[in-house]
């Protein structure tokens, strides 16, 4: 069966997933996943912030997050360097990227493996949550090539250039302990709580101010980009939410000793499909 990557809507918490499937496989990513998962993040981008889901979990199906790329679409690319490039730079990069400019919060449920292009969504997301038998790694010089300079640059940004050139070049695999040390995941439970601990990392997100965790998402991009605003002229947007809705009910709201309401969460219905 051919691998998909399905979108379901936000539910009434405003909480959507974005599942990888391909079965039998541990949903290892073929191009048509590559370019289905960057169609669908860029229909998200693309939203009002005020339409679609709040947050986002990212999760394979059937007991694995995503075990790389499917290697049996390898031949048919990668022994010339043109489609090869091809390959990285206009289907795999994109997707990432699409990833990286969601402005919504994305939680990665990793359950099993999480190898390769795996772990290259994973250093997309925000939250990374694992379960105690997870496994991390690039193994890829084993089949006799390296990691593309952009993808190398993401993850690098998430577990550090000492620990990724370890996974390169010893070809490590690191246990579900090893990686939340490295600063790979956010918090490792126990592997039938996975699930749980997503949903309740998503649902405390859901609950707050969503233009607070998307001006967060922005600055912290820009501070991964290594690309500072030096000057305050080139700050100043940062600080447009200051007469918002969303501003002014969040302190309200405190002052007041009540739950804060920061709209209604639910997205139109006919701005998602379900798969693509």
Not at 260 to 270: E, H, I, W, Y
Request: charged content about 25%; aromatic content about 6%.
């Amino acid at each position: 069966m051919a691998g998909h990557v399905h979108l379901h809507p936000a539910d009434a918490q405003g909480i959507a997933t974005l599942r990888f499937s391909h079965p039998g496989k541990l949903n290892a990513l073929t191009v048509r996943m590559w370019r289905d998962l960057r169609a669908l993040l860029e229909g998200l981008n693309r939203l009002d912030a005020d339409e679609g889901p709040r947050v986002i979990v990212v999760q394979g199906e059937g007991g694995s997050f995503v075990a790389g790329a499917d290697i049996e679409e390898f031949p048919d690319f990668r022994f010339d360097a043109e489609t090869l490039a091809h390959y990285h730079e206009e289907v795999v990069a994109p997707a990432l990227d699409a990833l990286l400019d969601c402005e919504r919060p994305l939680v990665a449920q990793i359950e099993g493996a999480c190898v390769g292009g795996g772990l290259e969504i994973a250093a997309c997301c925000d939250i990374r949550l694992c379960g105690e038998s997870s496994r991390f790694g690039v193994p890829i010089a084993r089949l006799g090539f390296p990691m593309a300079p952009h993808e190398v640059e993401i993850v690098a940004r998430v577990i550090g250039e000492t620990t990724l050139r370890e996974l390169l070049l010893e070809a490590r695999v690191l246990n579900a302990a090893e990686a939340r040390e490295r600063g790979l995941v956010t918090r490792v439970v126990e592997d039938a709580q996975v699930a749980a601990e997503a949903r309740r990392s998503a649902e405390a997100m859901a609950a707050l101010s969503p233009q607070a965790l998307r001006l967060s998402k922005r600055a912290l991009r820009q501070f991964a980009h290594r690309a500072p605003l030096s000057s305050r002229d080139e700050r100043a947007p940062h600080y447009d939410y200051a007469s918002s809705a969303e501003h002014r009910e969040g302190l309200a709201a405190f002052n007041e000793r009540r739950p804060a309401r920061f709209g209604s969460p639910l997205p139109p219905a006919d701005k998602h499909d379900d798969k693509t």
